[in-house]
């Protein structure tokens, strides 16, 4: 039974290896201006963890197949210091391996979650609740509507809580389901969560983040083709949660007009 373990660990190993390299269930192509980074680092830390996985993988398989059916009465060697060095080396070796793939990551990193937003990025608010997505923009005024929490109300279509009764700036501001950004134009995007945890998710933009309940998150990105994407939810925010996801929309400055125009007329 030895070796025909080590002929399913090799097995294993080999069409694990062959997913990996031809790509199978992997990334859709980006639309992002960071996605390049983002997908080397990706593709760094793939090569590197799969060398080691192949590596370690290949030796289990033939310490198998050489000792598991061995019947002779050959004593058993120690290895010099007991299993102590061995688990130390390992120790050492991945986690230097970790430590220079976090600090070739890190710049990419930075760039979407430390560097501030470009000045003059399109402002969007994202309102995430149970089981879906808002998009706020602001109106011809370029001002936002204060928030008022208490004033959310689903049936009459106050998804982010304005009063434009006594708040001029809210009057005019645009919520939709879609979000529809410009391509080649900085956004920044500040997340809410009227509930519980949800996420912000597109994998064509290389990006994904938390929504924390009692937090305003700032997220920022720049697409660089026309696209249409699905956002989804990777957190398990209740029965619907499967269902959470709208849709990210980059358009060309015309079209994005256009619809600004078409949203603000409804």
């Not at 007991?82 to 391996?97: C, Q, R, S, Y």
């Not at 808002?134 to 109106?139: A, D, L, Q, T, V």
């Not at 080649?184 to 990006?207: G, Q």
């Not at 990105?221 to 957190?235: D, G, M, N």
Request: hydrophobic share 50%; with cysteine; net charge negative.
């Amino acid at each position: 039974m030895g070796k025909v373990f080590a002929i399913v660990v090799t097995i294993i190993t080999i069409v694990a290896t062959a997913i990996f390299v031809s790509h199978v269930w992997w990334l859709p192509p980006d639309v992002s201006l960071l996605g390049a980074g983002i997908d080397r680092q990706i593709s760094e830390t793939m090569v590197t963890s799969g060398i080691l996985f192949v590596v370690a993988q290949l030796t289990l398989a033939l310490f198998v197949w050489r000792f598991a059916d061995n019947n002779d009465q050959r004593k058993i060697k120690i290895f010099p210091g007991g299993a102590t060095p061995m688990v130390v080396g390992a120790i050492l070796i991945v986690g230097a391996e970790i430590l220079a793939l976090t600090l070739v990551g890190t710049k990419i990193w930075a760039s979407i979650y430390v560097a501030p937003a470009d000045p003059h990025s399109l402002k969007i608010d994202v309102q995430a609740e149970q089981f879906a997505y808002y998009f706020r923009y602001p109106g011809p005024d370029g001002k936002f509507g204060a928030l008022h929490p208490e004033l959310i109300d689903e049936s009459s279509g106050n998804f982010f809580g304005l009063d434009p009764a006594h708040d001029t700036a809210a009057r005019d501001d645009i919520v939709a389901a879609t979000l529809a950004v410009p391509v080649n134009t900085p956004i920044l995007l500040e997340l809410h969560s009227k509930d519980v945890n949800h996420a912000f998710y597109v994998p064509e933009l290389r990006i994904q983040q938390d929504f924390v309940p009692g937090l305003v998150i700032p997220l920022h990105f720049t697409a660089i083709r026309l696209t249409k994407s699905e956002i989804v939810c990777t957190q398990l925010c209740g029965l619907g949660h499967y269902n959470m996801r709208a849709y990210l929309e980059v358009m060309s400055a015309e079209d994005f007009k256009k619809w600004l125009n078409d949203q603000s007329a409804q």
